[in-house]
């Protein structure tokens, strides 16, 4: 593949659920990292108003709206004056790519100051949220599923949207697949019918949805945030404002191109967050457990 500056995009109108999505910039292979998505509301591809004529270059399957590309449509974006132009190139063509709204629903949260968290957000069963955050490979994806094989409900995973409405912090969730990472669940393609492919870094990761789990779509109210760490010893501890206004900034969901402006455009709404809502510090040595969450009184 010849290096040179691309972005993977694709625009959805927002009313009929209307985004504006695009992916961080794509050197080499190693560079692409693939999310995948569940939009009941998206369904044909009529919806996708940016494509060119080739449609056959992607597909949305009717079940559940996962857009999988058979090669690559390329979109380089101006964030600026938010214009799309397009121009088509094959990258890969023997790897089918499947794409998400996490990068794009991080740009939309970034125009409209809703704060977009590097996190999962699940809802237990006496309605309470949570939101899990932490660094990349520190154990969301493994939380969240177990959680969701303990009767939790699925609001969002990799990218959640804090908003504040009437003073409470709701979470925007975009339906979005759970990457299963922990090697005793991982299963191939030929194996699994409902399982796709993630290349991150070179390593083959998969997803799959279980049929048991359970999805959430109303607002609910967040009632604590969750920050992940590694550590010697097991403790579960709350933040203080400071501590957690550092983790939230250190956390924020957003593509390079706006990195450098994150911490003061998302002042305001991290600093109501952290101010409103309980924060704690779950440190584990090597994978989190659930039991304490199953039983916490949030």
């Known amino acids: 593949m010849r290096k040179k500056n691309i972005y993977l995009a694709y625009n959805i109108s927002?009313?009929?659920?209307?985004?504006?999505?695009?992916?961080?910039?794509?050197?080499?292979r190693t560079d692409i990292c693939y999310f995948l998505i569940v939009d009941h509301n998206l369904k044909t591809l009529h919806h996708l108003n940016t494509f060119p004529s080739e449609n056959p270059y992607c597909e949305i399957k009717p079940d559940s709206a996962i857009?999988?590309?058979?090669k690559s449509i390329t979109y380089k974006i101006d964030f600026i004056n938010k214009i799309i132009s397009v121009y088509k190139e094959e990258i890969l063509p023997e790897v089918d790519y499947s794409?998400?709204?996490?990068?794009?629903?991080?740009?939309?949260?970034?125009?409209?100051?809703?704060?977009?968290?590097?996190?999962?957000?699940?809802?237990?069963?006496n309605n309470k949220c949570i939101v899990i955050i932490g660094h990349s490979s520190i154990g969301k994806?493994?939380?969240?599923?177990?959680?969701?094989?303990n009767n939790w409900s699925f609001i969002s995973e990799e990218m959640t949207a804090l908003d504040i409405i009437n003073s409470k912090i709701i979470p925007y969730g975009g339906g979005v697949y759970v990457r299963l990472k922990n090697l005793d669940i991982i299963k191939t393609s030929n194996e699994v019918g409902n399982?796709?492919?993630?290349?991150?870094?070179?390593?083959?990761?998969?997803?799959?949805?279980?049929k048991n789990w359970m999805c959430s779509y109303d607002n609910n109210e967040i009632n604590a945030i969750i920050f992940l760490a590694n550590s010697k010893t097991m403790s579960f501890n709350k933040l203080n404002f400071t501590e957690a206004l550092y983790l939230l900034t250190q956390n924020i969901y957003a593509p390079t191109t706006i990195n450098k402006s994150l911490a003061t455009h998302f002042l305001k709404p991290i600093t109501k967050i952290c101010s409103k809502t309980n924060c704690y510090l779950y440190s584990f040595e090597k994978y989190p457990s659930t039991s304490f969450l199953n039983n916490y009184v949030f």
Do not use: M
Request: hydrophobic share 45%.
């Open 67 to 70: 857009i999988s590309w058979r």
């Open 141 to 149: 994806s493994t939380l969240t599923a177990k959680l969701l094989d």
């Open 99 to 125: 794409l998400s709204l996490n990068y794009v629903l991080s740009i939309i949260c970034y125009q409209n100051s809703i704060l977009p968290i590097h996190g999962a957000c699940l809802k237990n069963k």
């Open 195 to 210: 399982d796709f492919k993630l290349f991150v870094s070179d390593v083959e990761k998969h997803c799959i949805w279980k």
């Open 14 to 28: 927002i009313e009929t659920s209307l985004f504006l999505i695009g992916f961080n910039e794509v050197k080499s």
